[in-house]
């Protein structure tokens, strides 16, 4: 396969990852600020810039010309920027509270990771804008080849996504055996991810196939929410009370994006030297 071809297509793979976790995003920060009904007008932001970064992914994953698309590439920065801004805001909505920085307050304050996923998507979509103007051959991000550092990114995001998962199903107390999971499978992939970077480019079948466990995890976990809706008083007649008193379900898919992110940059070390 061309090299060419190679580094394109993992350009476009992280375009609709990108696309992907800023669809989790929309609709999880649609749902929670509608709930804190929007009292600071800075609430409307993440919805914007996510909304943007959809289309901007929808768009980039189409497209196979080797050059950087300035239009999206000034979104996908926006909404990093803009992850990172909400980052902050969620700290300090945690540390207002009485009792400040506590379990019982990172549990029900704003949470923490949930900006970091826009941060995420932000970043995924702006290295892939910055792949497509690399040479053909011997791509290279950060100083390094290129297949290492995206392996590199998604095996960090992979691990403060399993933060936020852990931090939510340990307030559900694990009630449910299937909760372990996001807490289990992604940092094996994780290790695995980080393991190709670092290591001699050869394939990797088991780090692929843990990938691709955690992309049905993504989806499976949705399913498993919208059960845990169900079975909440009234169930999906009384969605709008139970959509907000019930897991977050757009949260799940946001370990299919990653997991899908870290098979093209497997795909792209493989050919590396």
């Known amino acids: 396969m061309p090299t060419r071809k190679v580094h394109i297509q993992a350009a476009r793979s992280f375009n609709h990852s990108s696309a992907l976790l ?11 600020h509608y709930r804190g009904s929007f009292d600071n007008p800075a609430m409307y932001t993440p919805l914007v810039c996510a909304a943007l970064s959809v289309g901007a992914g ?54 923490i990771g949930a900006p970091m996923a826009l941060l995420l998507s932000g970043a995924f979509g702006a290295v892939a804008e910055r792949l497509r103007n690399e040479p053909e051959h011997d791509p290279q991000l950060l100083g390094m080849p290129a297949g290492r550092a995206l392996a590199l990114l998604v095996s960090a995001g992979l691990i403060g996504t399993v933060g936020e ?40 079948w088991l780090a692929r196939a843990w990938l691709r466990v955690t992309t049905a995890l993504g989806f499976v976990g949705m399913a498993f929410h919208a059960r845990g809706i169900a ?32 098979l093209a940059a497997l795909r792209l070390r493989r050919t590396e030297t």
């Open 22 to 32: 800023a669809l989790s995003v929309l609709a999880d920060s649609a749902m929670e």
């Open 231 to 262: 079975r909440r008083q009234g169930g999906w007649r009384n969605w709008s009370q139970n959509l907000f008193a019930g897991p977050p379900l757009p949260a799940p898919p946001g370990f299919s994006a990653l997991a899908l992110a870290g």
């Open 165 to 204: 998962a852990a931090l939510l199903h340990f307030r559900g107390n694990f009630q449910h055996r299937a909760m372990y999971a996001p807490v289990c499978v992604p940092p094996v992939a994780a290790a695995l991810l980080a393991q190709a970077a670092l290591g001699a480019p050869r394939e990797r």
């Open 58 to 111: 929808l768009h980039g994953g189409r497209d196979h010309r080797q050059r950087t698309h300035q239009i999206r590439h000034g979104i996908y920065l926006g909404a990093a920027a803009a992850g990172i801004a909400g980052t902050g805001f969620h700290v300090y909505n945690v540390t207002k509270r009485p009792g400040g920085w506590s379990w019982n307050n990172l549990f029900h304050a704003a949470p």
